[in-house]
C-alpha cells in the first residue's frame, strides 16, 4: 500500500518495529547483529581512513589520527560524531573540509590560532 506521504510511511514503520520488538525476542537479536555489524563497518572504515598519517608529521597510528577542520566557521559536526549518528556520506563530506593530523600537531594548530588571536608568542 502506498503512504500519502513519507512522513506517514516513517510513522507506521517506527509503530511495526515497536510492536515486533515487544513480541519477537528474535527480532531484537537480529536488529542488535545488524547494529553491530553496520557499526565495525563505520569503524573500519574510519581507520582506513586515518591510516594515511599526519599531514605535518611522521606519525601514522589511526588511534593518534585526529580531523582538524581549516575553515572552523564551515563546520557542520565533528567527524566522530557525523560517522556515529549519520552517513558515510555526510561524514566523508566533512572529511573533505578536514585536515588529517595527530593529537600533538592538532594541538600546536590551536595553540597557533590562539596566540595570534590573542596577539601574543
Known sequence: ?????????????????????????AYVEDERARSRKYARSKFKWMR??????????????????????????QKIASVN???????????WDEIGKCEMVCSNCHKKIHEEWKRKELNYG
Open 1 to 25: 500500500m502506498p503512504y500519502a506521504s513519507a512522513e506517514k510511511k516513517r510513522v507506521y514503520q517506527q509503530q511495526y518495529s515497536a510492536a515486533r520488538r515487544k513480541t519477537d525476542p
Open 48 to 73: 582506513h581512513i586515518k591510516s594515511g598519517g599526519c599531514s605535518r608529521c611522521s606519525e601514522k597510528d589511526p588511534c593518534c589520527i585526529e580531523f582538524h577542520h581549516r575553515d572552523p566557521a
Open 81 to 91: 560524531h557525523l560517522i556515529i549518528t549519520s552517513s558515510i556520506k555526510a561524514a
